[in-house]
């Protein structure tokens, strides 16, 4: 079964930090374009970092610019996403999505994927 097991949300105090995982199955990363999004209570989802691994771009949302990174690791099939010095407003609900590499990492990061995992829930206090 092809299918994307997201991992590592939980509570942390603002300025502490978090690396969330993406695990997939029944397929490899390879050249796919793989990425992370969130959607916070009332508002729409939204791409933060994606990294399109055919032509090595990558995209972050300017809100986490500086704060979070996005890495893969070949050998575990797995995602990362580091994230560190967290606010309040990154307080959501965080997705890992892989699709084949249509475009670059800005095109994958406006929803363009083909693969969802579940997601992971991220509260940040202040």
């Known amino acids: 079964e092809v299918q994307l097991q997201a991992s590592g949300g939980g509570l942390v105090q603002a300025g502490g930090s978090l690396r969330l995982s993406c695990a997939a199955s029944?397929?490899?990363?390879?050249?796919?374009?793989i990425g992370w999004f969130r959607q916070a209570p009332g508002k729409e989802r939204e791409g933060v970092a994606c990294?399109?691994?055919?032509?090595?771009?990558?995209y972050y949302a300017d809100s986490v610019k500086g704060r979070f990174t996005i890495s893969a690791d070949n050998a575990k099939n797995t995602v990362y996403l580091q994230m560190s010095s967290l606010k309040p407003d990154d307080t959501a609900v965080y997705y890992c999505?892989?699709?084949?590499?249509?475009?670059?990492?800005?095109?994958?990061?406006?929803?363009?994927?083909?693969?969802w995992g579940q997601g992971t829930e991220v509260t940040v206090s202040s």
């Open positions: 029944g397929f490899t990363f390879g050249n796919f374009a």
């Open positions: 990294m399109s691994r055919s032509d090595g771009s990558t």
């Open positions: 999505a892989a699709s084949p590499p249509w475009g670059g990492a800005y095109y994958h990061c406006r929803g363009h994927m083909d693969l």
